[in-house]
Nanobody, 123 residues
Framework: QVQLVESGGGLVQPGGSLELSCTASGSFFRINTMGWYRQAPGKQRELVAI???????KYTESVKGRFNVSRDNAKKMVYLQMNDLKREDTAVYYC?????????????????WGQGTQVNVSS
């Protein structure tokens, strides 16, 4: 199983920056995709940015050019650098990962979520 713990949320003014971090721990064979989703009040959870283990990233259109996702495989961490934050970025941000884990002696890929960290963009 995989545990994901986020840090770095908080209150920031419009135009400001924040960096979120997430650390994976537990018993697994390999972490594959890592990234971030968010959920604003009254809205569905949406993808923000994901990064593959070797190469490849994906961003939701509204954050392109402002957010950057990166990872450190040795530390089992994923980061989200958020710049030029807007009020509409206010949400709970969830760390996301897929991992290969042994289940009944077989490798299978499973999805894991962190508990979430609140980001408030307000003046």
């Amino acid at each position: 199983q995989v545990q994901l713990v986020e840090s770095g949320g908080g209150l920031v003014q419009p135009g400001g920056s924040l960096e979120l971090s997430c650390t994976a721990s537990g018993s697994f064979f390999r972490i594959n995709t890592m990234g971030w989703y968010r959920q604003a009040p009254g809205k569905q959870r949406e993808l923000v940015a994901i990064i593959e283990r070797s190469v490849g990233t994906k961003y939701t259109e509204s954050v392109k050019g402002r957010f950057n996702v990166s990872r450190d495989n040795a530390k089992k961490m994923v980061y989200l650098q958020m710049n030029d934050l807007k009020r509409e970025d206010t949400a709970v941000y969830y760390c996301y990962a897929t991992a290969d884990v042994y289940t009944i002696g077989r490798l299978s890929e499973r999805v894991y979520w962190g508990q979430g960290t609140q980001v408030n963009v307000s003046s």
